[in-house]
């Protein structure tokens, strides 16, 4: 079978505050939504926005970075592929599908939303636009997240 390509570029702003969680074994893990929004016209040739929601995911170093720099409103970049994880409910016994990028790279965008400039020496550009990256093997388990209207950032 033929090699395939799982790679997926969002730019878009943070949902909600992230969630940020450890598993047992050590691994600091983020979870969040990202909204992107597009532009098309109608039938009637009117302009509508329709902004589509992410649940993403980062390990390990990011995590650490998500958690310290990213808020709700951020604007990032991120580089990652696309997973399904697959579970059953507790309480129902049907079986759970929740499909999610798992966050490769990150860049934070913006004016410094969220982040100071003396953090440069942790290793962080001073430019408007600092990178992270990852790869992360396994996936711990987590529980589902909701989104609302509540949650849109602007």
């Known amino acids: ?3 395939g390509v799982n790679k997926v570029f969002l730019l878009g702003n943070v949902g909600k505050d992230p969630e940020i969680r ?3 074994g050590g691994t600091i893990v ?3 939504s990202l909204a992107t929004a597009d532009r098309a016209k109608d039938q009637q040739g009117n302009w509508q926005d329709k902004t589509e929601w992410h649940n993403l995911v980062a390990f390990n170093r990011t995590a650490e970075i998500i958690r310290d720099y990213v808020k709700k409103g951020t604007q990032i970049f991120v ?3 696309i ?4 579970w059953d409910d507790k309480e129902s016994g049907q079986k759970k599908y929740r499909t999610e990028i798992l966050v490769n790279e990150m860049s934070l965008l913006g004016g410094g939303q969220g982040r100071s400039e ?3 020496s942790g290793g962080y550009s001073r430019s ?3 990178s992270f990256d990852q790869r992360t093997p396994s996936q711990p388990e987590y529980a589902d997240q909701g989104i ?3 949650d849109i950032p602007f």
């Open 148 to 150: 609302t209207d509540d």
């Open 83 to 86: 997973q399904t994880r697959s």
């Open 118 to 120: 003396g953090a440069a």
């Open 1 to 3: 079978m033929a090699k």
């Open 30 to 32: 983020a979870s969040f």
């Open 79 to 81: 580089e990652g592929k």
């Open 128 to 130: 408007n636009t600092t």
């Open 22 to 24: 450890s598993t047992a």
